[in-house]
């Protein structure tokens, strides 16, 4: 029930709705939820035909990054 | 970064494995196991879907919260939507699973086939759709599910006020889950010391509903996305906290979550809904302050106002071999209930664990058998 996708913004209307990309599968949500200004090519979670919110892009770089690094620390660990 | 990279970079079985790797080493130092309640369903499916309680050290066991909003509705609650839905005139739309959630006598599929206008939704907003394409009927929209949910529902109310609708009824049962975690950890039965927050509920939410709740338990509460990589980071957050003796809330879901949550949301839900005093919880009982409902001044829109005449409050309890009720609570795992995939099966489940896609039963019959001991 509470899942929720990540999908690109492609498109907005004038009705403030947005057409999104979800890999590959093209939807119409509403923005009616959203507080921020949305903009084409921002990822956002979709719940139930809604935007819920955008995915900060930098708070989810910066989290695989980390996990990049601790990938490489691990297998370092396990050449040596 | 691309669009895959927010789901193939949380699925990495690389990080997995580092993630099982840096848990191992912390949980050698816990004083005692961590029995963690994943709050949600949504994580009780990610847990056994990707194998993580295999990878995870003895000493760190899962308890199965009761965040799953078909779960939790009881059968009195189920028996309204069967009632409004039998009425002449009228179309009754919901979501998702609630169709096949057994009732005391029938459930909304099998009404649906002798003929009611039944119709799981993908959106609240078709609720608009269908009241315009059908002027000449009543459409009740029976509205379930955690805050994730709520504020889809009050757009639609939202909507159907402004724009004066005068076909369209409410029957709210949206769920709050601060009272819901309070009911499990006050008889302090579940030995909880741990919590995965919800991911979805706190984006609307924020993380700030589970501070009186961590400061109360003096548990640590970890707000988790729902991929695997997510749970299993949380899962080192939350040992990290115990090692130092720390009972925080804390982020991990930071892409999506934040403190304050979604206002906006926030504030459609209050000027439309409000606390009720009581709501019964399958399995658990009246929980105070539990669930949410039509303000007074839009009454008017409340189907369990307007209907009250057809619909019973009698309690109804779950069939006596079910023991969804003590799975709710964190007390049992689904192998310990007699039915369990013999006479309850997803095609034909006897108790509503073994409906939804997040109902504990569900996820252990998929993902086979495992052992909690």
């Not at chain 1, 949305?38 to 892009?57: E, P, S, T």
């Not at chain 2, 609708?165 to 499990?184: E, G, K, W």
């Not at chain 2, 984006?203 to 695997?228: A, N, Q």
């Amino acid at each position: 029930m509470c899942l929720s996708i990540p999908s690109k913004v492609e498109k907005i209307d004038e009705n403030n709705m947005a057409t999104v990309d979800t890999m590959g599968v093209k939807r119409d949500i509403s923005l009616d939820l959203m507080a921020d200004d949305v903009q084409i090519g921002d990822y956002i979670l979709i719940h139930v035909g809604f935007a819920m919110n955008k995915i900060d892009k930098e708070e989810a770089e910066q989290s695989l990054r980390v996990y990049e690094e601790m990938v490489e620390a691990m297998q370092t660990q396990e050449d040596s | 970064m691309e669009l895959k990279d927010l789901y193939e970079g949380f699925r990495n079985p690389q990080t997995i494995k580092s993630f099982a790797s840096e848990i191992a080493k912390e949980a050698e130092s816990l004083a005692e196991p961590l029995r963690v309640m994943e709050v949600c369903g949504g994580h009780t499916h990610t847990i056994m879907k990707y194998g993580l309680l295999q990878i995870l050290p003895k000493n760190i066991k899962f308890v199965h919260g009761p965040g799953c909003p078909v779960c939790i509705m009881p059968k009195e609650r189920i028996d309204h939507a069967i009632s409004l839905a039998k009425m002449d005139n009228t179309i009754l739309c919901t979501l998702g699973d609630m169709i096949r959630v057994p009732g005391s006598y029938s459930s909304l599929a099998l009404e649906r086939a002798k003929g009611a206008d039944i119709r799981a939704l993908y959106s609240p907003l078709d609720v608009i759709k269908i009241s315009k394409e059908n002027s000449n009927k009543n459409v009740i929209f029976f509205a379930i599910g955690f805050e994730t949910t709520t504020p889809m529902t009050a757009a639609v109310i939202d909507y159907v006020v402004k724009n004066r609708i005068s076909n369209v009824y409410f029957h709210i049962n949206h769920v709050l889950v601060p009272p819901a975690v309070r009911a499990i950890m006050n008889p302090r039965k579940a030995k909880i010391n741990a919590f995965i927050g919800p991911s979805h509920v706190s984006v609307i939410t924020g993380s700030k509903i589970y501070e009186p709740l961590s400061d109360e338990y003096k548990t640590p509460i970890v707000v988790s996305g729902f991929e695997p990589v997510d749970v299993m980071e949380a899962i080192l957050l939350l040992v990290k906290q115990k090692n130092v003796g720390k009972a925080e809330v804390e982020i991990e879901y930071k892409r999506s979550v934040t403190r304050d949550g979604n206002i906006k949301a926030q504030e459609l839900i209050e000027k439309y809904l409000e606390v009720r005093g009581h709501f019964r919880w399958r399995g658990i009982g009246d929980i105070p302050e539990s669930a949410l409902k039509l303000k007074n001044e839009y009454s008017y829109l409340d189907a369990e106002i307007l209907f009250k005449d057809r619909l019973s409050n009698e309690e109804i309890d779950d069939h006596k071999q079910c023991i969804c009720g003590t799975i709710l609570q964190g007390l049992a795992y689904p192998q310990d209930c007699k039915v369990f995939a013999k006479v309850c099966t997803p095609s034909n489940p006897l108790g509503s664990c073994m409906v939804s896609d997040e109902g504990a039963c569900n996820a252990y019959y998929r993902y086979g058998s495992i052992d909690n001991e």
